[in-house]
């Protein structure tokens, strides 16, 4: 076993290829200590809240979060929204969001997809939506991210869909 030590304090410990670093190590602020990516093409979810709801279906893992560290999220997925059957409404108003957990960390503005159809009884929308967001306050040890949905218009549903295109999640924790 050998030791890296710096003015007699012990940094790491190796034993064969593994490199242990000492718990009183300090990353500087701003270096990304770990990083996690899960992607997917099951499960999708749907709903016709007027409140933000986690997609349970798909979700990513950081796990032994250091204390005032923050963690970054990227996200990637495609949604699909719309209404189905005789009402002709004058937009479809849907936004999207992130869960830590079960508490909503974001939620971007309202009129994140709005379409201002002419006519027609069946409106349908399909984009992708790709976030970033700083998680400020993770806690320490282990966090769970989801993606969230809502529809504004009784009526409308908005849907994640795992199976049109791959949806990721990837989670940085950076030092602070």
Excluded: C, W
Excluded at 12 to 17: D, F, M, N, Q
Excluded at 61 to 77: F, G, M
């Amino acid at each position: 076993m050998t030791d890296i030590k710096l003015n007699n304090q012990t940094l790491a410990t190796a034993s064969g290829s593994t490199i242990t670093l000492n718990s009183g190590v300090v990353f500087p602020a701003g270096h990304i200590i770990q990083t996690v990516s899960f992607t997917s093409t099951a499960g999708s979810s749907t709903t016709n809240s007027q409140t933000l709801q986690r997609d349970t279906s798909f979700s990513g893992t950081i796990n032994n979060v250091l204390s005032n560290s923050y963690v970054l999220i990227l996200t990637s997925y495609e949604a699909f929204v719309g209404s189905e059957g005789g009402n002709t409404q004058p937009q479809l108003n849907h936004s999207f969001g992130i869960f830590r957990d079960t508490t909503n960390i974001f939620e971007a503005a309202t009129d994140v997809f709005y379409n201002n159809p002419v006519s027609g009884s069946n409106i349908f929308g399909q984009m992708p939506i790709f976030f970033h967001y700083l998680d400020k306050s993770p806690a320490t040890g282990t966090n769970v991210y989801y993606n969230g949905i809502r529809t504004h218009i009784s009526g409308y549903y908005t849907s994640i869909r795992g199976s049109a295109t791959p949806r990721f999640i990837t989670l940085f924790e950076i030092a602070q």
